[in-house]
Nanobody
């Protein structure tokens, strides 16, 4: 049974940092991604990483502030979030893809086969 379990969310102040983790079990994946959804908004792409090779991509809104990484031995993906802003507040979801596709492809929700339950990130002024 495939499971994705996110952790690491919390309440921080603007300018602080958080590191999210996503532990996957049940199989390995071609790529894993992070998405987020704020109240009243659609779920949006944040970052993705290929599990082999480590290639990454980011949404423009988080480039230079967020870093996605993986530990294949632990089947875990991380999202280091620095210089957090109030607009980064959202429910953050981990997602996993079972097939290979291009960078633009992995920015799309429907490119992922499995999703976690989400971890809440709240950023105060």
């Amino acid at each position: 049974q495939v499971q994705l379990v996110e952790s690491g969310g919390g309440l921080v102040q603007a300018g602080d940092s958080l590191r999210l983790s996503c532990a996957a079990s049940g199989r390995t994946f071609y790529a894993m991604g992070w998405f987020r959804q704020a109240p009243g908004k659609e779920r949006e792409f944040v970052a993705h990483i290929r599990t082999s090779g480590g290639w990454t991509s980011y949404a423009d809104s988080v480039k230079s502030r967020f870093t996605i990484s993986r530990d294949n031995a632990k089947n875990t993906v991380y999202l280091q979030m620095n210089s957090l802003k109030p607009e980064d507040a959202a429910l953050y979801y981990c997602a996993a893809a079972t097939y290979f596709c291009g960078y633009a492809c992995y920015a799309r929700l429907n490119s992922y086969d499995y999703w976690g339950q989400g971890t809440q990130v709240t950023v105060s002024q």
